[in-house]
């Protein structure tokens, strides 16, 4: 089973400090992706990524940076935190960009206070 | 680009009841289609997926959905439902043919079930 995995389930940062949400995948996947859930929103995609070192802009990045180093592992960057960024970050892998299933980890809920 | 409605932001349901959860998409191409449940607490897992062939899928727990092209419909039924369907259940789309972010899933905004004993 393929198995991705974020680092921390619930998160409490004050206004302005860099946060790091950190995401690992076991099934060597080229495409990992970063979404933002929040209620009668859905998900939607800050950014995603389909090779090593690679990244792109998805629907909502402002306020966010992205870092991957290695294949295994992508990195959500809140630069500097604001309460609006309160929400459920939720990873996901994918062998293939398009048409194909994405799998997800447990989510990080994120509080900035 | 593609857009997903769900419908019903909510569904209560008793148990043993059959249950319908609705999905329209709106796309200018052929798309590939999918229905996630979330579990409270939890990340999405895949419930089923519509990639080609019968427009009637099952998953292995007794939900199915009828993909209609005419209609741009995915709808998820289950005939019978159990106090642990209780969930939030995403429809998602995305393109067969890759063209940058839009090969991404396009995801609805949620439909939360609530069975009730």
């Known amino acids: 089973d393929v198995k991705v995995t974020q680092s921390s389930r619930y998160l409490v940062k004050r206004t302005g400090e860099k946060v790091f949400l950190e995401c690992v995948q076991d099934?060597?996947?080229?495409?990992m992706f970063w979404y933002r859930q929040d209620p009668g929103l859905g998900l939607r995609l800050i950014y995603f990524?389909?090779?090593?070192?690679?990244?792109e802009k998805g629907d909502i990045p402002e306020g966010y940076s992205v870092s991957r180093e290695k294949k295994e592992r992508f990195s959500l960057i809140l630069e500097s935190a604001s309460t609006n960024q309160t929400s459920m970050y939720l990873c996901?892998?994918?062998?293939?960009?398009?048409?194909?299933?994405?799998?997800f980890g447990a989510g990080t809920r994120l509080s900035v206070l | 680009a593609q857009s997903v409605t769900q419908l019903d932001s909510q569904v209560p349901v008793f148990e043993e009841a059959p249950v319908e959860l609705r999905c329209n998409y709106s796309?200018?191409?052929?798309?590939?289609l999918f229905w996630y449940v979330q579990y409270p607490n939890q990340g999405l897992q895949l419930l089923l997926k519509?990639?080609?062939?019968?427009?009637l899928v099952e998953s292995i727990n007794g939900f199915e959905a009828e993909f209609n092209k005419s209609q741009t419909s995915f709808h998820l039924r289950k005939p019978s439902v159990h106090i642990s369907d209780t969930a939030e259940y995403f429809c998602?789309?995305?393109?067969?043919?890759?063209?940058?972010?839009?090969?991404?899933?396009?995801f609805g905004k949620g439909t939360k079930l609530s069975v009730k004993p």
């Open positions: 996901a892998s994918s062998l293939r960009v398009w048409g194909d299933i994405q799998y």
């Open positions: 099934m060597d996947h080229e495409n």
């Open positions: 990524s389909y090779d090593v070192k690679m990244k």
């Open positions: 796309s200018s191409v052929s798309v590939y």
């Open positions: 519509y990639l080609s062939g019968s427009t």
């Open positions: 998602a789309v995305t393109p067969m043919n890759y063209g940058g972010s839009q090969g991404n899933l396009i």
